[in-house]
């Protein structure tokens, strides 16, 4: 794994925190002195950690090109080291955090690149860096005009109830959309966060008296969660996610599971939010006929699901449980083809009857769309995850 370490002011960790983070999902090995442990040589941590490295960053600012003692040490180091290496070799790579004056020896030795809008082509340095090193590194999956990279992590707290949390999600970078992919990387973090949040609620209902029995002192009951955000359509200016929930509580007599969807168009290299209603030229006569294609759909798939058709009294109830508003309509993903509408369970029927999905070919709906829509996007891009089943959505997988 390519060792990076990352030369700064202490004045100026918090700027580069998130650069640490973005360089770990990428998959390789960065190291920063928050990393000392109490009672650790703290000079000769550093020291191990440096000179351990495959390669040094330098985030310059106005704090850290005026300051003396370790930064400027180490970047003389650093540049010393870079007579050992092969020519062409990638040693040191100098970021300009903030723009400062560029010191003479750092900028008659190599290229500086200019944070955050050049991000990408560090990331390209770091992987020929472990390229000219033999370091076999995830290139992750290119899908449209970025490489996207699947994250794994688990969070657990033992209480009683304690939490389990296992969370899959993709991260993305860009050479064309830089600015895009960091949107999508914060929005996909904040995701990440709020299901840790929740379950994180459970610290605040401690019952040692209700629950020290059920499992023993080495099994002590959780709240599970597994939480996957999952690419279903991506180009470079139309983008379709769904959150998929399932879990039990340790208390719950059976498990949940739950969709949540998010989609995007992309203009001037930047996010913007797409709703349902974006779609037609007129919003309130398509909300009537969607509607009532989405109850036919649902009370066919009531007769092949309980293997009779719906009563009277079940048609009604059909239609008390998708009003016609576009609120109904929240979760939803695109495809090429068409449209995919999520109903999780409780929206018609107990929790036995199970969620509901309902698919809308365009061509269902092609007199209602607007002339120029989003639709024409969606098929134009390329689809990530194979056909999402009622039960459980396939999880996309990288190469």
């Given at each position: 794994?390519?060792?990076i370490?990352?030369?700064?002011?202490?004045?100026?960790?918090?700027?580069?925190?998130?650069y640490?983070?973005?360089?770990k999902?990428?998959?390789?090995?960065?190291w920063?002195?928050?990393?000392?442990l109490?009672?650790q040589d703290?000079?000769?941590?550093?020291?191990?950690?440096?000179?351990?490295?495959?390669?040094?960053?330098?985030f310059?600012?106005?704090?850290?090109?005026?300051?003396?003692?370790?930064v400027?040490k180490?970047?003389y180091?650093?540049?010393?080291?870079?007579?050992?290496l092969?020519?062409?070799?990638?040693?040191?790579?100098?970021?300009?955090?903030?723009?400062c004056?560029?010191?003479?020896?750092?900028?008659?030795?190599?290229?500086?690149?200019r944070?955050?809008?050049?991000?990408h082509?560090?990331?390209?340095a770091?992987s020929?860096?472990?390229?000219?090193?033999?370091i076999?590194v995830?290139?992750?999956?290119?899908?449209?005009?970025?490489?996207?990279?699947?994250?794994?992590?688990?969070?657990?707290?033992?209480?009683y109830?304690g939490?389990?949390?296992e969370?899959r999600h993709?991260?993305?970078?860009?050479?064309?959309?830089?600015?895009?992919?960091?949107?999508l990387?914060e929005?996909?973090?904040?995701?990440?966060l709020?299901?840790?949040l929740?379950?994180r609620?459970v610290?605040?209902?401690?019952?040692?008296?209700?629950f020290?029995?059920?499992?023993?002192?080495?099994?002590?009951?959780?709240?599970?969660?597994?939480?996957?955000?999952?690419?279903?359509?991506v180009?470079d200016?139309?983008?379709?996610?769904?959150?998929?929930?399932?879990?039990?509580y340790a208390?719950?007599?059976?498990?949940?599971?739950?969709?949540?969807?998010?989609?995007?168009?992309?203009?001037?290299?930047s996010?913007?939010k797409?709703?349902l209603?974006?779609?037609?030229?007129?919003?309130?006569?398509a909300?009537?006929?969607?509607?009532?294609?989405?109850?036919?759909?649902?009370?066919?798939?009531?007769?092949?699901?309980?293997?009779?058709?719906?009563?009277?009294?079940?048609?009604?109830?059909?239609?008390?449980s998708?009003?016609?508003?576009?609120?109904?309509?929240?979760?939803?993903?695109?495809?090429?083809n068409?449209?995919?509408?999520?109903?999780p369970?409780?929206?018609?029927?107990g929790y036995?009857?199970?969620?509901?999905i309902?698919?809308?070919?365009?061509?269902?709906?092609?007199?209602?769309?607007?002339m120029?829509?989003p639709?024409?996007?969606?098929?134009?891009?390329?689809?990530?995850?194979?056909?999402?089943?009622?039960?459980?959505?396939?999880?996309?997988?990288?190469?």
């Amino acid at each position: 794994m390519l060792k990076i370490f990352l030369n700064h002011a202490s004045e100026d960790r918090a700027l580069v925190m998130p650069y640490f983070d973005r360089i770990k999902a990428l998959g390789y090995d960065p190291w920063i002195d928050r990393e000392l442990l109490p009672g650790q040589d703290w000079n000769e941590e550093i020291q191990r950690a440096f000179h351990s490295s495959d390669v040094v960053l330098f985030f310059m600012s106005p704090r850290s090109v005026k300051k003396r003692g370790y930064v400027q040490k180490e970047i003389y180091d650093a540049l010393e080291r870079l007579k050992f290496l092969a020519p062409g070799d990638i040693g040191a790579i100098p970021l300009l955090l903030e723009e400062c004056e560029v010191p003479i020896h750092v900028a008659r030795s190599l290229q500086f690149s200019r944070l955050p809008n050049e991000w990408h082509k560090v990331v390209s340095a770091l992987s020929l860096a472990a390229s000219q090193r033999s370091i076999a590194v995830n290139h992750g999956k290119e899908i449209a005009p970025f490489q996207v990279y699947l994250r794994e992590e688990a969070h657990v707290w033992d209480g009683y109830p304690g939490f389990n949390v296992e969370i899959r999600h993709p991260h993305f970078e860009s050479a064309t959309f830089p600015n895009t992919a960091i949107e999508l990387n914060e929005f996909i973090l904040s995701l990440k966060l709020a299901h840790l949040l929740d379950a994180r609620r459970v610290k605040e209902k401690q019952d040692l008296e209700r629950f020290s029995g059920w499992g023993g002192d080495d099994n002590a009951p959780s709240d599970f969660l597994d939480v996957s955000v999952e690419p279903i359509l991506v180009s470079d200016s139309i983008l379709s996610f769904i959150t998929f929930e399932a879990g039990c509580y340790a208390f719950a007599a059976h498990g949940f599971h739950d969709y949540t969807t998010h989609n995007f168009t992309v203009k001037d290299d930047s996010l913007i939010k797409l709703m349902l209603e974006d779609f037609f030229s007129d919003p309130y006569k398509a909300c009537e006929i969607f509607t009532s294609i989405c109850r036919e759909k649902i009370a066919t798939e009531w007769t092949s699901r309980f293997e009779e058709s719906p009563s009277l009294d079940q048609l009604k109830e059909i239609d008390s449980s998708f009003p016609c508003n576009w609120s109904t309509f929240s979760r939803f993903s695109l495809n090429k083809n068409g449209i995919t509408i999520y109903f999780p369970p409780y929206t018609l029927g107990g929790y036995v009857a199970g969620s509901w999905i309902v698919d809308v070919h365009f061509d269902e709906i092609s007199a209602l769309l607007k002339m120029s829509g989003p639709h024409l996007l969606a098929e134009n891009a390329a689809e990530i995850s194979p056909p999402i089943s009622s039960a459980k959505p396939t999880r996309w997988e990288l190469e």
